[in-house]
């Protein structure tokens, strides 16, 4: 038993027992599918699991802070229909390939933007951010319906489609971007000063006000990030459809918080890391993937998943509440 | 015709592979829509596996997008993975697949589009599309409410799900048609139904107190257009009313028998299922495959229903 | 002006913001639709909101107890496939009391995983809505389900009928609102529930069984549930595997937008009765005057926000929030 608490491993893995879970699922479909374990399989898992990687980034800071946003599915629509479209506007028609470049900025912009209401709201008004997002959920569903007409937009340009088939090496360039964000945010939030606010304000709110932390301002900035990677995620999908769609992103908030709890973070705020996030979203897409792989009837993919959810809150509240003695919501 | 000619080339060379690989069998992936959202595409996916069963040299890997298009990119992605002989899609959006459908024909492995066609960029990497023609229903429904109001009305629209390729096709058919063969008929407002019969009750409920006159109501399914049926009945104005539907399921077949429902499209999903198997094996078999494989979806009316079996959906 | 009003403590009617915003927005439609106020109209908005009434009620309840339920959406679904299956197999005598039980069941895992093993509710029932909506899936095969017979059954009255001119699905969500009214109100169960959703470690100390109440409130929101199920059966006459999906968040907005608080303790449920009735008339009053349906999504977001605004505002004496 001291062996077992001396083995940096094995504690490491008692602190982030999603990458258990991620070893023991990875394991299990290698050995049960025989096209799983396979180079392109993996930089598939990698490139699907970016889409959903990048907002729960982004929904890791918001959730520490003790916020939560419902509205990332809506504003990655918004973002990619602004990608696509962007392109075809006269003004743009004699840049050739560079018309790519306002379109995605705009996007981009679009997505800090939404962020950036969502905060705004929730510091001025002091309306809970789970009510102030899911009604930005329902409303920045109507813009996309309204800018686009109930349409698809599509890139004339299949250089923009092109971009996503680009590779460095053994990576696609999808799978790049996400680890490059991966590095980022987890270098913003464990080795800076906005990184340990963030804790702060999610932990003790009134500690961080006395601290001197501007806890509106600070809350929103990590809106607006999470509206960027929102919006990023959106550009990146619209990349590899060569298209952007009214209806794209639907329930992907419920997704990515799936993935944050299961990697730990809690809803209370507070707690949370970003390799816990990378092990949930990589859990996710690993399943997803093998069960395709293995050809899992889709009706049990819901339950599958959904209990398995469940089940690791169970046991993470078993496990964290023997070790720390404390009782947590 | 160069395009055809490369086509045929990598279509053979692929079926030459797997024919090196696993004596006779081939392998055929499909990624449909929705599975379970509605009845069509369960029995869809049911006719399809019985069809792929009854040929011991087919093995068929089935996969369901569950209506999103960034799942079923990733699930082409896995197939393309696996290396299957052929990639038969359901699109859950013409346009957004064309990339992932580009991808399949760069890896030399032929993709046959089902039900709902790919966007016209698409067309050159497909190697054939099965399925109705969804704009040719719409045609007919136009033509069916005309008849049935004798070129003269006002009738309201009651649409599928915004962004759907279906329900656009649809809608365009019979906006297109409707207007240039009856100018008499005015459409009064067109309101989604999102392919949901109480949805479309709702829909309907709101036409009704809206407008003191309705002579038609034009739905995108009949799961929808039984919805308003059921809205009118309650009001009791459905007397006189002309229902037309598209993609006749049961319920609208028996309402026709009742004489409450005017006509809509037969379309059935077992030879829907079987079409994309056959197209996609005959693509496999080198043979010289249309581009465009409309299976036939008549219209079925109170007249002529008789000649038509009871939908089992 | 407001500003002052509200730190003055605030006038009652500033407390009532969503009954302010209610009339407002009841005056501005019917002066831009002559329909809007007409007899009809307005059943046809109290009948078709019915279903996502009740189904708000138990969710009051439940959010008042401190927890959120996302899983009620595809519990409809459950409910609704399961009672229109059975209804020609077994007979709709025998359907009710199985798909009442069935779906009690569901509500019961959810109040054992959030009541007794205090499981995080938001999690959960998120989980579960995945669970139950494959369930249903595996249930029906991915069929559609129909009763064949609509015309002589019985089970038509739920969601069809009328008693004295007055349709059913408005009764039925009538009574329940005002039983739930007196529970929540009058009745020991209701101050516990307050009580726990509003201070859960003090109630633990004054004796209240917080794990017991906790678990009645997901068994009452399944009961809703099943009503629910009832009527939108019995008006369909058939149903779809997906029929209750988006619902959780209708049902949530609405009783967000009743003032119900989600941090627990505080909400009434005729508060939420106005929130359902607010959204319906909304979403008719804009279809009336011929915006295309996305629209209301729109106008539902600022609404939500200004009304939950002022509703907290109110509460703490100042229109923003103290937060630097």
């Known amino acids: ?329 | 015709m160069t395009n055809k000619m490369k086509f045929l080339l990598a279509s053979c060379s692929t079926v030459a592979l797997a024919a090196a690989a696993s004596a006779d069998t081939v392998r055929i992936g499909i990624t449909q829509n929705n599975v379970g959202i509605d009845s069509y595409q369960t029995t869809y996916e049911q006719a399809f596996i019985a069809a792929a069963e009854a040929n011991p040299d087919v093995e068929v890997i089935v996969l369901d997008a569950g209506g999103d298009v960034a799942r079923q990119i990733s699930q082409v992605q896995d197939l393309i993975q696996q290396n299957v002989d052929a990639i038969i899609i359901w699109p859950t959006d013409g346009q957004a697949l064309v990339p992932a459908v580009r991808n399949a024909h760069r890896e030399g492995i032929p993709v046959v589009v089902t039900n709902s066609n790919i966007a016209e960029a698409g067309m050159e990497f497909i190697a054939a599309f099965s399925g109705p023609n969804n704009i040719q229903q719409g045609i007919y429904s136009a033509e069916m409410m005309c008849e049935a109001l004798g070129g003269e009305g006002q009738i309201v629209q009651v649409t599928g799900m915004p962004g759907y390729t279906t329900a656009i096709e649809r809608q365009k058919g019979f906006d297109d048609r409707l207007a240039e063969m009856c100018p008499g008929v005015t459409q009064l407002d067109i309101q989604p139904g999102d392919w949901n019969r109480e949805r479309a009750q709702r829909t309907m409920e709101t036409f009704l107190t809206r407008f003191d006159r309705i002579d038609g109501v034009y739905s995108g399914d009949d799961n929808m257009g039984v919805g308003a049926l059921n809205a009118a009945l309650a009001a009791g104005r459905a007397e006189g009313m002309v229902f037309i539907g598209a993609t006749n399921f049961a319920v609208g077949y028996d309402a026709m028998a009742r004489g409450e429902y005017w006509g809509s499209v037969y379309q059935s999903p077992v030879d829907d299922a079987r079409a994309a198997l056959q197209t996609a094996l005959d693509v496999l078999a080198g043979e010289d495959v249309p581009k465009l494989n409309y299976f036939d979806t008549p219209k079925i009316t109170q007249e002529n229903m008789d000649q038509f079996d009871r939908p089992v959906f | 002006m407001l500003l002052t009003r509200l730190k003055a403590g605030g006038p009652a009617i500033a407390k009532q913001g969503i009954l302010v915003a209610f009339v407002v927005f009841m005056i501005a439609f019917s002066l831009m639709s002559d329909r809007f106020l007409s007899a009809d109209n307005i059943m046809s908005v109290f009948r078709q909101s019915a279903i996502i009434g009740v189904m708000a009620l138990g969710v009051t309840i439940v959010v008042i107890g401190g927890n959120l339920d996302l899983s009620v959406g595809s519990m409809l679904s459950f409910a609704t496939v399961l009672v229109v299956d059975l209804h020609d197999k077994i007979g709709p005598e025998l359907a009710i009391p199985v798909m009442v039980l069935a779906t009690l069941c569901l509500g019961a895992i959810n109040g054992f995983l959030i009541g007794i093993l205090r499981l995080n509710s938001l999690i959960v029932t998120l989980g579960m809505l995945s669970v139950i909506q494959g369930l249903v899936l595996i249930y029906s095969g991915g069929q559609n389900v129909d009763i064949a017979d609509q015309r002589g059954t019985w089970f038509a009255m739920f969601g069809r009928g009328a008693v004295f001119g007055i349709a059913t699905p408005i009764i039925i969500f009538g009574t329940l609102a005002v039983v739930f009214h007196v529970i929540m109100t009058t009745m020991p169960f209701g101050r516990h529930v307050h009580a726990v959703g509003g201070n859960p470690t003090a109630s633990v100390f004054s004796g209240i069984p917080r794990s017991r109440v906790v678990f009645m409130t997901y068994l009452i929101s399944a009961l809703c549930v099943a009503v629910a199920a009832i009527i939108l059966g019995s008006r369909v006459m058939g149903s779809q595997n997906n029929v209750g999906q988006g619902y959780e968040l209708q049902v949530l907005a609405a009783v967000i937008l009743g003032g119900t608080s989600l941090l627990g303790g505080s909400g009434s449920i005729l508060r939420t009765v106005l929130g359902v009735l607010m959204l319906a008339f909304i979403q008719n009053g804009l279809i009336l005057m011929g915006q295309p349906y996305y629209t209301q999504w729109l106008v539902t977001w600022a609404v939500i926000i200004i009304a939950v605004w002022l509703d907290v505002a109110a509460k703490r004496g100042r229109l923003f929030s103290p937060i630097a």
């Open chain 1, 1 to 329: 038993m001291a062996y077992f608490y001396q083995n940096p491993v094995l504690r490491w893995l008692l602190r982030n027992p999603i990458w258990g879970f991620v070893l023991i699922v990875f394991i299990f479909f290698s050995l049960s599918s025989e096209h799983f374990f396979a180079a392109r399989n993996l930089q598939n898992i990698l490139v699907q699991t970016s889409t959903i990687g990048l907002i729960a980034l982004g929904m890791t800071l918001v959730m520490i802070n003790g916020n939560i946003d419902l509205s990332v599915g809506a504003t990655l629509a918004l973002a990619a229909a602004f990608a696509v479209d962007v392109q075809s506007w006269a003004m743009f028609a004699t840049w050739g390939n560079w018309q790519i470049l306002p379109a995605v900025c705009l996007a981009l912009l679009v997505g800090i933007f939404m962020g950036a209401i969502n905060g705004f709201i929730v510091w001025k008004t002091g309306v809970d951010a789970f009510i102030v997002t899911l009604g930005a959920m329902l409303g920045i569903r109507g813009l996309v319906f309204v800018y686009t007409g109930e349409q698809s937009f599509y890139a004339m340009n299949f250089a923009y489609s092109d971009f996503s088939a680009l590779s460095f090496g053994p990576l696609p360039v999808l799978a790049v971007i996400f680890l490059l964000c991966v590095l980022i945010v987890h270098w913003l939030l464990s080795r800076t000063v906005h990184g340990r606010n963030t804790y702060a304000v999610g932990g003790n709110r009134e500690a961080a006000v006395n601290a001197g932390i501007r806890v509106g301002p600070h809350m929103m900035i990590n809106f607006m990030i999470i509206g960027f990677l929102a919006a990023l995620s959106g550009v990146l999908l619209s990349t590899q459809m060569g298209a952007a769609t009214p209806n794209l992103g639907r329930d992907y908030e419920l997704w990515v918080i799936t993935a944050v709890v299961l990697g730990g973070t809690k809803l209370t705020g507070g707690k949370g890391d970003i390799i816990g996030t990378l092990g949930g979203v990589l859990a996710i897409g690993i399943l997803r993937n093998g069960m395709n792989l293995m050809q899992v009837p889709a009706f049990y993919v819901y339950v599958i998943l959904g209990s398995i959810l469940i089940a690791v809150l169970f046991l993470d509240k078993r496990f964290n509440t023997s070790t720390d003695g404390g009782l947590r919501l």
